[in-house]
Each structure stands twice: as C-alpha cells, then as structure tokens.
C-alpha cells in the first residue's frame, strides 16, 4: 500500500473500522481506490477514495452505512462508493472507466484481498467510453470559455479538467497493453505517436499546485483543444 501521512491514515483506519462495523457479515471488501491509492498520493490533497463491496446493496445496508457516510462528510471524506457483485458484472460494459480505475488503483483494507481485482472489463465499450469522454471534455472545454466570469475563473476551469483528462488516458493506454505508467502524459504521448507538450505542463502545474500566468492563456487554451481534438482522433481510431 501507499504509505499515507498519519494524519490521512488515521482518517482512513476510522473510516474503514466504520464501515466494517456498519456492514457486519454483508461485507466482501473495503479498499482504498483512485489517486490516493497510487504513487500519485499526495499527502493532504488526494481525495481518500474508499468502495465498500458487500453481498447485496440492499437498503438495510445502505440505512446502516448513512451516518457513517455523514460523519465522513464533515471529515471533508468523499461519500464511499457502495457496490455488489452483481452491479460490477452488470455495469463492465457502461463503466468501463471507472471500473478500470478500480481494478488498477485500488488497495484492500479489510475483507477478501483478491475481490476488486477480479473486477473485468469490456474492452469494446472502453474504447467507446474513451472517445466519448474525450469528446465530452471538448464540449465542456468550449462552455468554459464561452460561460467563465474572468480569465481566473477559466484558468481554474482550464486545471480543473487535467484530472478527467489523465482518467482517460488511463484507458487508452490500457487499450494499448500499456499497464499503469507514470507520468501518464508521455507514455500516451509514446504509445500513439502524439506530441502533448500542453497537457504535460498542465499536468505538472496541477500536481505542483502552481498558477499559469493569465497573460499566457489564450495561447495555452488553444493549443489544448488542439491537442484534446489530436486524442479524440487517436481513439476514434482504435
């Protein structure tokens, strides 16, 4: 596991300790999932992540898992996400993102240790949901500009999507074999012959929480929709 700060893993010992009690004998597992579970944790910052996997999502475990959901949000704790076999089986062919990030990102704290790691994934509807999310972004992308207030308020939109933007390319590189590499942006870059040389530096300012100079930002936005057209290309190519 990623060694977290005391400060993060005393949140998550309780969290987890909650959950296992709210959930008696329905619970499978409880793992720890996404950034904060990567070498792209940072202490502090990355969201503590948790999915609870139990034997049926039934609403006696949802009503007994509501107040430790509450007691989370105070905690500045995302709401942890609540899933059963069945959901995961069902759901490889429409969320195939997400369910990747699960499977690829995750480590146990409680329950069955191989649980999340038999999650499968539909590759035909991954290579789908990839270009539709890239695609998605480029709307967004376009609305942002069209709708922010001041040229800060795009900026913050601007870092805001880098996150969405290296989910994606997640998928695409498992779309290529290509494993979980870090930095993500080059092994993209590598592996579908691209040249992203703006989101690498959007990646490296969102991860360093620095600012882009405001001066600079009407260049960088659209050399970053030409990059995020270059992508939805290479998937549609897939």
């Known amino acids: 596991m990623i060694e977290l700060s005391a400060r ?14 709210a959930s008696g004998s329905g619970l499978i597992a409880v793992a720890l999932y996404g950034e904060a579970a990567s070498p792209e944790y940072h202490a502090g910052r990355s969201p503590l992540s948790l999915v ?14 509501r107040p430790v959901a509450t007691r989370f ?23 195939p993102l997400e369910l990747l990030e699960i499977r690829e990102r995750h480590c146990i704290l409680a329950g069955d240790s191989e649980a999340l790691a038999r999650i499968e994934v539909d590759i035909v509807s991954l290579r789908r949901e990839v270009e539709a999310e890239i695609r998605g972004k480029l709307l967004h992308l376009w609305e942002d500009y069209l709708t922010a207030r001041s ?9 805001d999507s880098v996150p969405y933007f290296t989910h994606i390319l997640r998928g695409m590189l498992h779309l290529r074999s290509a494993g979980a590499a870090i930095p993500i942006v080059p ?52």
């Open 187 to 238: 092994a993209v870059e590598r592996e579908y012959g691209l040249v992203l040389p703006v989101l690498v530096r959007l990646e490296e300012v969102h991860r360093e929480r620095r600012r882009i100079p405001l001066r600079e930002l009407d260049t960088l936005f659209a050399a970053y929709l030409d990059e995020a057209r270059a992508l939805a290309r290479a998937a549609d190519r897939l």
């Open 73 to 95: 949000r105070r905690r500045r704790i995302p709401t942890p996400l609540i899933v059963d076999p069945d959901y995961l089986d069902r759901a490889r062919d429409v969320f």
């Open 8 to 21: 993060d893993r005393a949140k998550v010992d309780d969290a987890v300790a909650r959950i296992v009690e």
């Open 52 to 65: 609870a996997l139990v034997k049926e999502v039934k609403p006696a475990i949802l009503s007994a898992l």
């Open 151 to 159: 040229r800060r308020r795009l900026r913050t939109d601007i870092l």
